[in-house]
């Protein structure tokens, strides 16, 4: 009778395990496949307007969440002469 409780729960817990995958998975897919195409890097930007969308962290007041002013630091001073070409 023990034997077969545990091996009862074990079927339960394994059920309980890949559904819950599938559950966490199956979204990831679906949005990978809709964004296909539809990401750009630096360089593949079409010449078309587009839009950088960099995630979640606005009210819908348009104010910044407590995550945005950790993330967001104004860009480094540049310390070259003004003859260089570039910064970093």
Request: hydrophobic content about 65%; overall charge positive.
């Given at each position: 009778?023990?034997?077969r409780i545990v091996k009862l729960f074990?079927?339960?817990?394994?059920?309980?395990?890949?559904?819950?995958?599938?559950i966490l998975i199956?979204?990831?897919?679906?949005t990978a496949a809709y964004a296909r195409g539809k990401v750009f890097t630096v360089s593949d930007v079409p010449v078309r307007r587009?839009?950088?969308?960099?995630?979640?962290?606005?009210?819908?007041?348009?104010s910044a969440t407590?995550?945005?002013?950790?993330?967001?630091r104004p860009p480094p001073t540049c310390s070259l002469p003004a003859k260089s070409k570039s910064c970093s």
């Open positions: 009778m023990f034997k074990s079927i339960i817990l394994f059920v309980c395990i890949f559904l819950g995958l599938l199956i979204p990831r897919f679906v587009v839009a950088i969308v960099f995630g979640a962290g606005l009210y819908r007041n348009g407590r995550f945005w002013p950790t993330v967001l």
